[in-house]
């Protein structure tokens, strides 16, 4: 065991399902990494599930809460734990995820040995209530024409070295990037000349059910749209073969999200994925 990498994983969290939050924590606590805090920010929820925080926060004496009286969406909870974490990696954790036991420590490996990476995520699982569905592949060392499709990191995959989170700003909590921010800050450290890498093997299960379509309303899919195009020509990718790609969130909307789901799980996962 390791016991001098610190890592600090860190959870926004708002009126999550207990049940899923007790199973995300979990997958923490069994880590082969010791070396490890988390932090759970409650983003605001309501008590019931403000009380499902603090029992999942008493599973170990590792885990800090933390909490925001209102809800301020994911960018400004992240931002806190980062503020407020002793780790020199920071590991993202989604409150519906969960991590392979060994990801830790295949994870800060990695950024040990190859100091050109400034972050590393990882392929990942899918699952939904019924379990494990298929699985996401995402490029081994993304490029810039690599976020034409879609962001080419897994967001709750990536261990990140918390200097290098810092010095970048950190998440944007502007309202027009919000339930876009981790493709914002992709592209915004790949135009700084950060780079990460994503190790071939599936080191997280990935939750994407019949809820994450829900939350792609009209508004978020003109936020990401608009995203699209400021980001792709800060890239140097936005010309006009690549332009259908900045309208991208607006044709995938206007598919049936039940042909959606069903592409998604025969065989197209390019085609059509987007962001939780």
Known sequence: ?????????????????????LQSVESIRRQSLQAWEMLLYDDGSTPAYAQAIRRAAALDSRIRTLR???????????????????GCFLARM??????VPDRLEKQSAFLQAHPQYQWVGSNAFLIDENGVWGLQKVPAAPQAKDFLPHSPYIHPSVLFRREAL?????????????????????????????????LQEPLLY??????????????????ELRLRYH???AL??????????????LLAGAVPT????????????VALREER
Not at 13 to 20: F, M
């Open 1 to 21: 065991m390791d016991t001098q990498v610190k890592i600090s994983v860190i959870m926004g969290v708002y009126n999550a399902e207990p049940e899923q939050l």
């Open 258 to 269: 039940a042909l959606q789901r069903w592409v998604r799980r025969n065989g197209k996962p």
């Open 94 to 99: 989604d409150a519906d995820d969960l991590s």
């Open 206 to 223: 990935y939750r994407e059910d019949a809820s994450a379509y829900r939350r792609r309303t009209i508004a978020r899919r003109l936020r």
């Open 236 to 249: 140097g990718i936005l010309n006009a073969a690549t332009f259908p790609y900045v309208l991208k969130p």
């Open 68 to 86: 925001g009286e209102q809800n301020r969406g994911l960018a400004y909870a992240l931002n806190q734990c980062t503020l407020h974490a002793h």
């Open 166 to 198: 810092m010095q970048s700003g950190g998440y944007s909590d502007s309202p027009q990037f919000f339930l876009c921010e981790d493709y914002e800050l992709f592209m915004r450290l790949h135009q700084s000349g950060g780079r990460g890498y994503n």
């Open 231 to 233: 980001g792709f020509q």
